[in-house]
């Protein structure tokens, strides 16, 4: 739980400014989660460094960070979450101050700090049958651009990556509410077996499975649209949503401590499922 806090307080900070898609505060954002990646995985995140076409004249440059666990398995996992957000908020602000630092604590640092954790325990020696593919996307709130092209790094290095059979996403995990204990999950029908087979009530939650269709909103699109079999986990949208009150001091860190023990379980499950 200290990881989550260590990683929220610090990528919504108001020194990172929002952490805006192409700004110096998201690579700063990105350096920041590459050294907290070293320390717990003792490995060294890799860069796709892409171009984000926004407008005819407007272009950013967008990087995302990702690391291959090869258990020399013919099928790959890419487990993911974004990490930029709106900077000072602008038209994507749900605030009358869209002009100040809106810092994302739930969006999406929060799924940042689980995929960390989540990373940790993924790369330790443990008969696997697929491998993991990490990845820390960049420029999501501006289109999804981040996944895009890493889709496309995927193609150019897919006999490195091998075949991949499933997607797991983070996107806003710190919310969890107390008085009603729930994670929300958008999945394709083939995980739903895996899903139903694990009881979540040891873990004092409830999930609940939502519309499959909003895959097609997140960082799993580009892939859901290849048929490729995608999940993600969320606790929902609240009130400071894209607002400049989504800060670290409202993230449940027990809540998240609850999904981390969980998707311990059910990740590697998923490997059995997946096509």
Known sequence: MQLFKKVIYTLANDSMKGRASGSPEAI???????????????????????????????????????????????KT????????????????????????????????????ALLLGMSEFLIKPQKETVNYLIVFYAAHEIGLFGSEAFAKLIEQKKHQFKSISGVVNFDMVGRMADDQKKIKCMTSPI??????????????FSLNITDEDKLSQLDTKVFYNKNVPCINFTTGIHNDYHATTDDPDYINYNGMLTIYNYLSVLVPKLGNTAN
């Open 28 to 74: 700063k954002s990105l350096k920041f989660i590459n050294k907290q990646f070293q320390l717990l995985t003792h490995k060294k995140l890799n860069q796709q460094i892409f171009v984000a076409q926004l407008n005819d004249s407007t272009q950013i440059q967008g990087v995302n960070g990702y690391y291959f666990i090869n258990n020399k398995a013919k």
């Open 77 to 112: 996992i890419i487990v993911g979450a974004h990490y930029d957000h709106i900077g000072l908020g602008g038209p994507l602000s749900m605030s009358k101050k869209s002009d100040v630092v809106h810092n994302g604590a739930d969006d999406n640092a929060s799924g940042v």
């Open 191 to 204: 995980f739903n077996s895996i899903l139903k087979e694990i009881d979540t009530q040891p873990f004092g």
